[in-house]
């Protein structure tokens, strides 16, 4: 099916599909290609599933995953039951039915036209001079079955077991069946291909069907005011691309009513003891926090990620496909490695205290990946891209270029103080400053960590600074710096646009701290309002740039002489810009503590929104999508969800 979908191929056909084993609501024995289904936009056409599978489960779990189910009549008339392979019927009525491959065609063509990753199911059952008596094949897969556990046969080697018995029982008749299924489907398969390519060559309207196929099918054509299925645009093109985390969050809260006698220290965690708790269990990850908050303000985004093939990672699928949110950028792992969790502990203010995640299967290095993000980069096309700190440090490198090959701004959320500094090359770290992403989004502590770590290279270059005369504005700072922790934070900030030219720089309920660098065609710079904020070289500006200040102090300065092997133009990415703007963004209110439900996403309900207004097509000026955006921190304050649904009302702020 994947290859299938690369390859643009719609009608993929084969033998059967897999399904639900007996008692797979114990064992979760549910084969992988029915989760690929749910997310690979293919039409499948198959004999059903094996008989020996749980063939109701397999249908419910299909409904489940979003794809739609008929099947073929086949010159029959009356109730339709689902095939089961070597026989064609299997006592379980069909979800719905079509009448021939036009319709069929005609399915896939509606399917296409939508906003879904899902894909179709289209049981074609076996020619009916090949079927092998119901009856016969039941007593036949109960002994195969009986043997297998007798045997002590079980997981990948059950159903390899339990064909051979088949075969064996039935004298080799499933043989003849499986050749005889096959070449049907392959037939069936081609007609509809043809008919499906009719309708997108022609463009022609869908026909309802008089055989009562499923309303889910039952969409005219006419109806839909989207383009036309031959142009990949529309399944594939999102404003953003999110590549970040995919989580089960859990949140532990303290329990006011555990509190001991005596205890002054107001958080009532005691370590080296159970603590009593009030705990809720969300989907979350950055990554997905981010691309959850772009969708409910109406943003096209496309969200890449990995989970496992686990209950944790098959849950995270289903529930993003439940929020309408497209899951063809996830990819299912067989690496051993569990899908990622996030475990918070706050205290009694709801504040966090503590965090444990596992991100491992994040991290971990897969090369094979890495021409799979650049296609999906590359089929999306998007105006930013937007990338979260859990990803290998090479594997950040890699989403960044693939960015910039297809003009796509960057935009870093560096999740943590352990995994900020990632974004930074290690091994170029004393080397020429490159601008890394477009904007940054770091906390207080964050911003700290990546200016340590980059630290005592970037203060090579600091005293550049003076050359567009910052320090000769100092009266100037103070009033934006108007205590020693802003000014600390405006120090590291600055320092740190040589790598990002925009900084937004959270303070929880202090606000927000906003530098960048700013060109000269930029509106702020011959705004009234905004002169306050901006900070420029001595003089006019008329032929001047930060660049031209940089590289004219380089050739003054031993100490900031490029490196041996250094490559020159390291001020390069710099020679649009002429001033700094600096401004402290306000609280879009204070949330009194009893009204905080979790701390969680806070940050990433933040950055979803804002990237929401600057993907727009003529966005907002920043300043005011920061504003929108901390009134969406405030609303996921107030809730148990990661991001609040109802950031959706600030749609229109955007």
């Avoid at 797979?24 to 084969?31: H, K, L, Y």
């Avoid at 080799?172 to 390519?197: F, I």
Wanted: charged share 20%; aromatic share 6%.
């Amino acid at each position: 099916m994947l290859l299938a979908r690369a390859a643009g191929v719609r009608v993929f056909a084969t033998g059967g599909l897999g399904g639900v084993h007996k008692n797979g609501e114990a064992s979760m024995d549910i084969s992988a290609d029915l989760t690929e289904l749910g997310r690979t936009p293919v039409a499948v056409i198959s004999s059903g599933c094996k008989s020996f599978l749980d063939i109701p489960r397999t249908l419910e779990y299909l409904e489940t995953q979003g794809v739609g189910v008929a099947t073929f009549l086949d010159g029959r008339t009356g109730s339709i039951e689902f095939p089961a392979f070597w026989t064609r019927n299997s006592g379980i009525p069909s979800p719905s039915v079509v009448q021939d491959e036009k319709e069929a065609a005609a399915i896939v063509y509606a399917q296409l036209n939508l906003p879904l990753g899902s894909g179709l199911l289209f049981a074609n059952p076996i020619p009916e001079k090949y079927s092998l008596p119901k009856a016969k094949m039941d007593n036949v897969m109960a002994e195969a079955i009986r043997l297998a556990k007798e045997n002590g046969v079980s997981g990948s080697g059950e159903t390899p077991f339990i064909l051979a018995k088949i075969r064996e029982l039935t004298e080799g008749l499933t043989v003849t069946a499986n050749r005889a299924l096959v070449e049907a489907n392959v037939e069936r398969g081609s007609k509809v291909a043809v008919q499906l390519a009719k309708l997108e060559g022609k463009g022609e309207h869908l026909q309802t069907s008089k055989h009562g196929t499923s309303a889910a099918f039952q969409i005219p054509f006419s109806k839909l005011s989207i383009v036309s299925p031959s142009d990949e645009k529309m399944l594939q093109q999102a404003d953003v691309l999110v590549a970040g985390s995919l989580a089960i969050d859990i949140s532990s809260h303290c329990n006011p009513d555990d509190e001991e006698p005596g205890d002054a220290s107001g958080q009532f965690l005691r370590p080296g003891t159970s603590n009593t708790a009030v705990m809720s269990q969300t989907l979350g990850g950055v990554g997905q926090n981010i691309a959850t908050a772009l969708h409910s303000v109406g943003t096209p985004v496309k969200f890449c990620s990995v989970v496992a093939g686990d209950l944790s990672g098959r849950a995270a699928l289903s529930m993003l496909a439940a929020r309408g949110l497209r899951v063809d950028g996830i990819e299912t792992l067989k690496s051993g490695l569990p899908t990622a969790l996030y475990i918070a502990f706050n205290d009694k203010q709801n504040e966090l205290f503590m965090a444990m995640a596992d991100m491992r299967i994040v991290e971990s290095r897969q090369p094979y990946l890495d021409d799979l993000w650049k296609a999906h980069l590359e089929q999306t096309k998007p105006k930013w891209l937007i990338l979260d700190a859990n990803w290998h440090r090479s594997a950040l490198r890699r989403w960044r270029a693939a960015a910039k090959a297809v003009g796509a701004k960057i935009a870093f959320e560096p999740v943590s103080t352990a995994k900020s500094c990632r974004i930074f090359d290690q091994t170029h770290r004393h080397t020429d400053m490159v601008q890394l992403a477009d904007l940054a989004t770091p906390n207080e502590m964050e911003l700290g960590a990546m200016w340590g770590f980059q630290g005592c290279h970037l203060r090579r270059y600091y005293g550049a600074w003076s050359a567009i005369h910052l320090e000769s504005l100092g009266k100037k700072l103070k009033t934006v710096a108007t205590d020693e922790k802003f000014s600390r934070l405006l120090h590291m900030s600055l320092e740190l646009l040589l790598c990002f030219p925009c900084i937004l720089t959270k303070l929880g309920s202090s606000g927000v701290l906003l530098t960048e660098l700013l060109r000269e065609d930029d509106p702020r710079m011959s705004a009234p309002w905004a002169q306050q904020y901006i900070f420029a070289a001595e003089g006019s500006l008329q032929g001047r740039n930060i660049y031209g200040d940089l590289q004219s102090c380089d050739d003054s300065r031993q100490d900031l002489q490029p490196e041996e092997g250094s490559t020159q133009g390291k001020y390069e990415f710099l020679k649009d810009y002429v001033a700094i703007y600096i401004r402290i963004f306000p609280p879009a209110e204070l949330v009194p503590a009893k009204e905080i439900v979790s701390v969680n996403g806070v940050g990433d309900t933040f950055l979803g929104i804002l990237m929401a207004g600057l993907a727009k097509e003529k966005p907002k000026a920043l300043d005011d999508l920061v504003m929108v955006a901390q009134k969406g921190s405030c609303m996921t304050l107030r809730s148990k969800e990661s991001v609040n649904p109802q950031i959706s009302s600030l749609r229109s702020l955007l």
